[in-house]
């Protein structure tokens, strides 16, 4: 794959003995590994770059636009759950209820695919390829498009990045959404029973107040603990949004990696995901601390 169909036998040696492929699997593993402490993810044999800068020149593509999703389902999840918990027993909640379970029986790439074919061709009101406007000319710094275009004052660049990660960005944020809002919700029914809000009743403070200023930093703990374990299958969800969206993104990049068949860049990208997997779970690990004070006293 690396020499192509006209290498000799030769070439081909050559190449292993260069690569340490003529050496047992545990020596080639400990070699990689080496690389890896140096930070040496190898040579994309699809595009003869390095791989550490293949992905560090798309994965704050992919960063911004799952930042943007998180901040959707986050913002909608909590809307949902104190709305429910406002009109608990009436009906509005039955239907708040109903537009979860809907969602969350939805995979993202269907929301994906739907949004693609009824807002992009039958009412084509939004973009659904790419990440800028064909008219917008922006000579990038970074890959960090909408930081960077606010630093500046290019807010017409602003304006066109988010409106193509909205329809990517809701694909990817709406089942986390229904499903950091189904716990939130119950979390928000439980707490809403205890004696602390009795205390809040008395004092005549009114049902949204208690919510807001008693019961939802108390029931968030578990929903941001779920919340944080679904951020991690969004990040993976990239792959096939981006895909979808021809977003330029390492997802996107990940399944041109795995079509080519280009090992050292799936491995580079699987590493790299793998790494946001840890770094995700730490920080919900030390959100969760801040909001239990129990958790730092332990």
Avoid: C
């Avoid at 340490?20 to 400990?30: E, H, I, K, S």
Wanted: net charge neutral; no cysteine.
């Amino acid at each position: 794959m690396m020499i192509g169909p006209g290498a000799t036998e030769d070439d081909i040696l050559r190449l292993r003995a260069h690569y340490g492929l003529d050496r047992t699997l545990p020596t080639q593993f400990l070699i990689y590994l080496g690389q890896l402490a140096s930070g040496d993810l190898g040579t994309s044999i699809s595009l003869r770059q390095n791989v550490g800068e293949l992905i560090l020149g798309r994965l704050p593509v992919t960063i911004e636009l799952t930042v943007f999703a998180m901040l959707l389902a986050v913002i909608s999840g909590i809307t949902l759950a104190v709305a429910g918990t406002i009109w608990r027993h009436h009906w509005p909640e039955a239907v708040i209820d109903s537009i979860i379970g809907i969602i969350v029986a939805i995979p993202d790439f269907l929301w994906a695919l739907s949004f693609v074919l009824i807002l992009g061709v039958v009412i084509p009101i939004m973009p659904i390829f790419g990440r800028l406007d064909l008219t917008v000319e922006f000579q990038a710094h970074s890959e960090f498009y909408l930081i960077e275009s606010l630093i500046r004052g290019r807010f017409d660049v602003t304006g066109s990045v988010i409106k193509h990660m909205i329809l990517p960005g809701t694909a990817l944020a709406l089942p986390l959404m229904a499903v950091g809002a189904r716990v939130l919700k119950s979390s928000l029914t439980v707490e809403m029973t205890q004696d602390y809000v009795a205390l809040a009743k008395t004092k005549g403070y009114g049902r949204l107040r208690i919510i807001l200023k008693e019961a939802l930093r108390n029931a968030l703990i578990p929903a941001v603990t779920l919340t944080g374990v679904q951020f991690t299958f969004l990040v993976g969800g990239t792959v096939l949004i981006e895909r979808i969206f021809g977003y330029p993104g390492l997802g996107n990049m990940a399944i041109d990696a795995v079509i080519n068949r280009d090992l050292p860049l799936i491995q580079g990208i699987v590493i790299t995901f793998a790494m946001l997997f840890i770094l995700i779970n730490l920080l919900i690990d030390i959100l969760n601390a801040f909001l239990n004070p129990r958790l730092r006293n332990d």
